[in-house]
């Protein structure tokens, strides 16, 4: 149990999560320096050196997290991002050679991807990302639509005036490609107007950027930011989860219970030790009194020293 432990205290620090991102650049970055055929004539060796040397870091990583979870190793691969990092270091460990040495040597590059993995504001992100395609579907729907309907009126509004723009379907899908995303939008404008009535040209335009930039693409980012408020809620009860699920929960828990066990015991020794040292005062029962008609003479020395209780 003390190494399950001690696993676990160590790939939930933060100088653990701090080096290990720092392992993810560096391998970045020797992805990056091997497309250089200078630099790898020059420190070919010593840059496959520390390649094998960042790929064993990534398996050391993905052995103590699978110790980590202890009796259930299984339980590692439940969350997904944990078996897309085994998916990465898996396609790394593939030898680099036959007819698909170029698609293992890039799937090296995944391993920058593994930055997701280490920071959460970008799982949460990319959570995020996942979760709207949902709803983006649809909206990517209505603006297909949008697109095929002023295609088809371009195409009978300036296909002949400006046929390299507007000639064909296709090409006006791409005039209004770049139109809503508002690159240089105002060269085809200009053409156009120089061959056909100013009203219909702002009135095509004007209404197709309003409606494709101005409320169709604002629809995406609702979205989106729709889909990170509930990723980050999300997130907020999974760690809520784990927190309550965590076996070192339960064993301080035991912990406290047995201290409030020992604390009430000494309180109880104590409170006997105190009830030895100062007995108790004895209240004297008058009930068996019998009664004394109300006198009003004053008490003489022999009652006041006769002891009677009464």
Not at 67 to 84: C, T
Not at 87 to 101: N, S
Not at 175 to 187: A, H, I, P, Q, S
Request: charged share 15%; net charge positive.
């Amino acid at each position: 149990m003390s190494m399950i432990r001690w696993a676990r205290q160590l790939t939930e620090s933060s100088a653990f999560r701090a080096f290990m991102i720092s392992v993810i650049v560096l391998a970045g970055m020797l992805v990056g320096l091997e497309t250089s055929p200078a630099i790898m004539a020059r420190h070919g060796t010593l840059l496959q050196s520390i390649d094998r040397a960042v790929l064993a870091v990534f398996i050391v990583e993905i052995a103590l997290k699978l110790v980590a979870h202890g009796r259930r190793p299984f339980a590692f691969f439940r969350d997904g991002w944990n078996s897309f990092d085994c998916i990465v270091v898996a396609l790394c460990l593939l030898p680099a050679t036959g007819p698909f040495a170029a698609v293992f040597r890039l799937a090296r590059v995944l391993r920058l991807l593994r930055l997701v993995t280490a920071l959460p504001k970008l799982q949460l992100l990319v959570s995020a990302l996942f979760k709207s395609l949902s709803a983006m579907g649809y909206v990517s729907l209505l603006l297909a639509l949008l697109f095929y309907v002023y295609a088809v009126a371009g195409v009978h509004l300036f296909g002949r005036v400006v046929p390299d723009e507007f000639g064909t379907l296709p090409a006006a899908l791409l005039t209004l490609f770049r139109v809503v995303t508002l690159d240089n939008w105002g060269d085809s404008f200009n053409r156009a107007i120089e061959h056909v009535s100013g009203i219909k040209v702002t009135i095509f335009f004007v209404t197709f950027i309003v409606f494709g930039t101005m409320i169709i693409l604002n629809l995406f980012i609702g979205i989106i930011m729709n889909s990170m408020s509930e990723a980050h809620a999300e997130q907020e009860r999974r760690v809520a989860r784990a927190d309550v699920s965590n076996p070192d929960l339960f064993t301080r828990l035991d912990l406290a219970a047995r201290h409030l066990t020992e604390l009430q015991s000494a309180m109880a020794d104590l409170r006997r030790e105190l009830s030895s040292a100062h007995p108790p005062r004895v209240s004297v029962d008058h009930s068996s009194c019998p009664p004394h008609p109300p006198s009003q003479s004053m008490p003489t020395p022999a009652t006041l020293t006769s002891g009677r209780p009464c």
